[in-house]
């Protein structure tokens, strides 16, 4: 059979392919990616960013670009001096609606219409980019109301601003302790996972860019107890605008749905997919998660490396509700000998119940509680350090606990082996015994006189006395 032969397609770092360089070109444009080994002005793609340097040392087309004359240097607030020859400026006509005559009909239709287009306007709200921009740093911001409808425990951000945020985000050290990755392939001995297919956000996003994203994935497992993503959810940390809360179809056939933690099922992935509200792979939700973030985005979760691990994304900015938290018991730069996990954190602290349906996790609940907890952290810094304290005291009491039962447990067990050891002493002295006595009736059942003379001490039989001597 012969194999038909199709136009090459081009691959980008991020595992987007193209027909065509000219797409390429235009999405190494909004991402940035590969930008140091793809040529614009001839739309090619090096193997190396040592051939993309030697491309433009040695190409005709770059040495004779022409060069851009320099625009004059013009103060703007200066007028411009009249010459002599010029033409005097037109003067600049506005037109403007023609005014009813008071007291007519058509003045009052003229204001109903009105009324209407002015009701009917939307209103200028301030872009997510620009919150948490101002000089006291704080930030207030009501929430959407079908998000306080169903979880009414979910608060309005009155807390500190993208400033103090920067200021908490980890760095890298303590990020690849905790199992990130970020990009740096030093650090690959490090991790447990591979990172071939991890990419870095974008340099910049095509639309909106939210300068801090509060996330979290549900997963399904797949072959090899790998994990592999099956939902999606993303929140803009301020605003609390849901942002992406979609199904993804995994890209390998499920062994376990994990429908207890995951909250999918076969028959709901089906009927999302059905319906066309899913995502196509992990592919597909990473690309629409970089729709929203970029590389300076701050991205905020509990637990954020599994998340991050499932969309084979590497980012350095990042808020880990379960470090904060961690760091606040042990120390910041201590070893974090344990971290809680977010559905005692939200009772234990913010008094809320989550994770509680039998049918599974709740994405966005659970989303919505990190950017709770996270609010929190940064807005109550002393009730997070006296929670600290009590959950310090709670920790070593457990650690005390755990090695009483541990020695208790070693005590039991090494006094049952001694117990078994005398057991199997005691058996085997009397089997000793025993084939002993078999011996010995073995022997008076011989017919050897002499055997049977030695056997019996005649002199104790007859009862003569020790100093008598047999002649």
Aim: hydrophobic share 35%; net charge positive; aromatic share 6%.
């Amino acid at each position: 059979m012969s194999q038909g032969k199709g136009p090459r397609k081009l691959k980008c770092d991020c595992a987007l392919a193209f027909e065509s360089a000219q797409s390429l070109n235009e999405h190494i444009k909004e991402t940035g990616h590969m930008k140091s080994r793809f040529c614009a002005p001839c739309c090619h793609l090096f193997s190396s960013k040592d051939g993309y340097q030697q491309h433009k040392k040695t190409s005709a087309k770059h040495k004779n670009a022409p060069i851009a004359p320099s625009k004059p240097n013009v103060s703007r607030n200066k007028p411009r001096a009249e010459k002599s020859g010029d033409s005097p400026p037109k003067p600049v006509t506005v037109t403007k609606p023609p005014m009813a005559i008071e007291g007519s009909k058509e003045n009052k239709k003229t204001l109903e219409d009105r009324s209407k287009v002015y009701s009917s306007a939307p209103q200028l709200v301030k872009p997510p980019s620009a919150i948490g921009s101002n000089s006291k740093d704080t930030v207030l911001v009501e929430l959407p109301h079908s998000l306080k409808e169903k979880y009414p425990w979910a608060s309005k951000w009155d807390g500190p601003g993208i400033k103090a945020l920067k200021k908490r985000c980890h760095d890298e050290v303590c990020l690849v302790t905790q199992g990130y990755y970020t990009g740096n392939r030093s650090h690959q001995m490090n991790l447990k996972f591979s990172i071939k297919r991890f990419v870095s956000a974008p340099v910049k996003v095509s639309g909106v860019r939210h300068r801090a994203i509060a996330l979290d994935c549900e997963m399904v497992g797949v072959a090899g107890g790998r994990d592999e993503l099956a939902h999606l959810c993303a929140v803009d940390l301020f605003s609390g605008e849901v942002l992406i809360n979609t199904l993804v179809h995994p890209t390998e056939a499920v062994k376990d749905w994990r429908t207890r933690y995951s909250g999918v099922t076969p028959a709901k992935m089906a009927m999302a997919r059905a319906s066309g509200q899913v995502l196509n792979g992990w592919l597909a939700a990473r690309a629409k998660l970089f729709e929203f973030a970029d590389a300076d985005t701050i991205l905020v979760g509990h637990s954020l490396n599994h998340d991050l691990r499932v969309l084979h994304i590497a980012h350095k900015r990042v808020v880990d509700s379960a470090i904060l938290v961690a760091e606040a018991v042990f120390g910041k730069g201590n070893r974090l000998l344990r971290q809680w996990g977010l559905k005692q954190l939200s009772g234990d602290i913010l008094g809320i119940s989550i994770q509680s349906s039998r049918g599974g996790h709740d994405c966005l609940e659970d989303t919505l509680a990190t950017r709770e907890l996270i609010l929190w952290c940064l807005r109550d810094r002393q009730k997070l350090d006296l929670w600290a304290k009590r959950a310090l005291i709670e920790y070593e009491e457990e650690k005390r606990k755990t090695a009483e039962r541990q020695r208790a447990k070693a005590r039991a067990e090494k006094e049952a082996r001694e117990k078994e050891k005398e057991k199997e002493k005691q058996q085997s002295s009397v089997g000793a015994v025993s084939i002993e006595r078999d011996n010995y009736l073995d022997d008076w059942d011989s017919d050897d006189p002499d055997l049977f003379d030695e056997r019996i001490d005649w002199r104790e039989y007859l009862g003569v006395p020790s100093y008598y001597q047999f002649i």
